[in-house]
């Protein structure tokens, strides 16, 4: 198994945070791991915080495993061997450069049915990835939606700043759908640096999910 890692594209920079519990409900968010190399670099401390346990399958639990485990001790990048793999694994992925976030890279893993979102910089003394992981096609479906109504929503704005009013029978755009997500729209742009600090961590030398 060779696990291929995608840099962010479009919409999906959003979704390596923290999200709202109804984005976590509409994007099939199961939970992310956090991780982090020790003080030397080359160990493996780690995190796990259920989103939805109910969509933690057996299936799930195992390809997250075997990803997770690829990553660390594949044939590939191995960018979450130890600090020094991935400092060199980053070297030559600007593209995936989370934009105003500090240098933080973004990338995406697929399998059959789930999504995992790899944040990842290396930081000595902090968390250095982050997996956030989610069902696939409820995740693209979001992205999908959230980018429709944020094409009207901007629609809306340069229509207001061209014309300097809303005039009576102006065609607009049907904004029914802006509305409702409106709030979701505001959450993913605003809302998505907050962390909640947990200081419970275990050491593993093969990853496994509990």
């Known amino acids: 198994m060779q696990t291929q890692l995608k840099p962010w594209t479009g919409s999906e920079r959003l979704y390596f945070y923290p999200q709202s519990a109804q984005i976590v409900g509409q994007t099939g968010q199961i939970g992310r ?4 190399f ?4 080359n ?4 995190t796990w915080e259920d989103s939805r ?34 400092t060199g694994f980053l070297r030559d992925k600007q593209a995936a450069i989370l934009p105003e976030d500090g240098e933080w890279h973004g990338f995406r893993i697929d399998s059959d049915l789930y ?3 790899l944040r990842c910089k290396p930081s000595p003394g902090d968390y250095e990835a982050y997996v956030w992981c989610y069902k696939k096609d ?6 999908a939606n959230a980018e429709k109504g944020d094409f009207y929503l901007r629609l ?3 229509w207001i700043l061209s014309t300097g009013e809303l005039r009576d029978g102006a065609a607009l755009p049907d904004l029914t759908d802006i509305r409702r997500h409106q709030n979701a729209l505001l959450r993913e742009r605003f809302g998505y640096r907050f962390e909640k600090a947990f200081d419970d961590k275990y050491h593993s030398s093969s990853f496994h999910i509990s």
Do not use: V
């Open 43 to 46: 160990e493996f401390y780690s």
């Open 138 to 143: 409820w995740l693209d479906e979001h992205m």
């Open 38 to 41: 020790g003080r030397q670099g």
């Open 33 to 36: 791991l956090r991780i982090d």
């Open 156 to 158: 809306k704005i340069c």
């Open 53 to 86: 346990l109910s969509l933690k399958s057996d299936k799930f639990r195992q390809q997250f495993d075997d990803i997770i485990n690829d990553l660390r001790f594949g044939d590939g990048g191995r960018p979450l061997a130890g600090r020094k793999e991935l």
């Open 115 to 117: 999504t995992f979102l």
